[in-house]
Nanobody, 122 residues
């Protein structure tokens, strides 16, 4: 399984970015893709997740109403639309995959892509 994350960049507070994660190598169509982030000096935290089987989604409280996760099955790609970005959203963002239903903690996910840096300035 391989995951390729992209889309990070630098924006001002209140701005928007969209992250993409291209997934390859899953033999099953029943899996979940999660977005995680790790700020400097902090633990990696779950941000959002989507399950391919039923479209169930998860968002951590701090991004609810601002971030939207979606999937394009034809492109094997999961997106994270991030609106109204805040300085505290600054982090390296990772996408990760697991079989089955959604998860929210990093230990739930065995497959990881490389990170993409999001920097939000005031």
């Amino acid at each position: 399984v391989q995951l390729q994350a992209s889309g990070g960049g630098s924006v001002q507070s209140g701005g928007s970015l969209i992250l993409s994660c291209v997934i390859s190598g899953f033999t099953s169509d029943d899996y979940a893709i999660g977005w995680f982030r790790q700020a400097a000096g902090k633990e990696r935290e779950g941000v959002s997740c989507i399950a391919t089987s039923d479209g169930a989604t998860y968002y951590t409280d701090s991004v609810k109403g601002r971030f939207t996760i979606s999937r394009d099955a034809a492109k094997n790609t999961v997106y994270l639309q991030m609106n109204n970005l805040k300085v505290e959203d600054t982090a390296v963002y990772y996408c990760a995959a697991r079989t089955g239903r959604i998860g929210s903690t990093k230990n739930d996910f065995p497959y990881w892509g490389q990170g993409t840096l999001v920097t939000v300035s005031s």
